[in-house]
């Protein structure tokens, strides 16, 4: 899924995830004993299949659309987080916020698991215990893990494939982007964002404020609380290179700008290194003119 990303929660929050589902249950079958006098043989098999295929029921079919559409929602709401600020809001406020995210968030997946359809339900059932299990812990590493990757590139192309939205790709380089277009429909926007560098790429994205002249250029050289007030974040996507990641965004009428803010020469074997502090990073690719914009018409 565009990831489900969700802003840090801290690991001391213990958030109870809503359980799905009970044991089944078993009905005790008679048997005939061994000195039983066994049954004449008719040939009923013909009227015994059909009177089983009506009585039957048939299981219903998977809403794909309800489906796609609670992942989506799923995966926007999740890519945004709890609405607060970690960094000011005390630990009641915190906790406050946190619990509110998952209560909002949980009928979301349930009702993504109630339509899921067969071609992914596995997937589905991956991405679905490994985000309530990050609600739940506050551990957000469990969207690190490859079988998390997998099922969450697996379930964004059944999206893509299968559902009504719009579908943009777009490439990093070193230090571009290619195929962004110059202008998207209003509505939610499947972007399926491919690192074909050697360093590791990020799609920061940005809708300008209403009234705002100046360039993406001239934004991006503003200090950055300056810049902020004149945008309003609209997504993100992230990808090391040889990977891609797919991300849902809701976009509305307006011009937006996206950028990416790694330091240049970030390669995967400096990754650890960069973020430790141990070596000093470059300057944001977007120095190197890694930025573009588009227009997006109502």
């Known amino acids: 899924m565009a990831r489900f990303r969700a802003v840090t929660l801290l690991a001391c929050l213990t958030l109870a995830a809503t359980a799905c ?22 040939d009923t098999t013909s009227e ?7 009585a039957a029921p048939t299981p219903a ?37 946190v619990g509110s995210f998952a209560e909002e968030l949980t009928p979301m997946l ?22 309530r299990q990050a609600l739940e812990s506050g551990d957000e590493s469990v969207f690190e893990e ?48 491919s690192n074909a560098g050697a360093e ?6 940005f809708r300008l404020n209403d009234g705002v002249t100046e360039s993406v250029e001239e934004l991006l050289q503003m200090p950055e609380e300056k810049a902020l007030k004149k945008v309003t974040e609209a997504g993100h996507a992230f990808a090391f290179p040889g990977t891609a990641d797919i991300t849902f965004i809701d976009l509305e009428p307006g011009n937006y700008a996206m950028a990416c803010f790694v330091p ?22 977007f120095t190197e003119g890694m930025f573009a914009e588009f227009t997006v018409e109502g």
């Open 264 to 285: 240049v020469g970030t390669t995967p074997d400096k990754l650890e290194a960069l973020e430790s502090g141990s070596e000093p990073g470059g300057p944001p690719h």
């Open 200 to 205: 590791l790429h990020e799609m920061a994205l």
């Open 48 to 54: 015994t299949t059909a009177a089983l295929s009506e």
């Open 146 to 193: 490859e079988e998390f990757r997998q099922a969450d590139r697996t379930v964004d192309e059944f999206v893509l494939d299968r559902c009504d939205y719009q579908s943009v790709d777009i490439q990093a380089v070193e230090y571009a982007y290619d195929g962004v277009p110059q202008t998207v429909q209003a509505g939610t926007v499947g972007i399926d964002f």
């Open 110 to 131: 349930d009702a993504m698991m109630a339509e899921v359809p067969d071609e992914v339900a596995d997937e589905a059932a991956t991405l679905d215990r490994l985000l």
């Open 61 to 97: 079919a998977a809403d794909v659309t309800a489906f796609c559409d609670a992942l989506v929602q799923a995966e926007m709401m999740s890519a945004r987080g709890p609405d607060i600020d970690f960094e000011k809001a005390s630990p009641e406020e915190i906790e406050k916020a």
């Open 21 to 42: 589902g009970g044991a089944a249950e078993t009905t005790a079958v008679d048997t005939p004993t061994a000195d039983a006098a066994a049954p004449a043989v008719t």
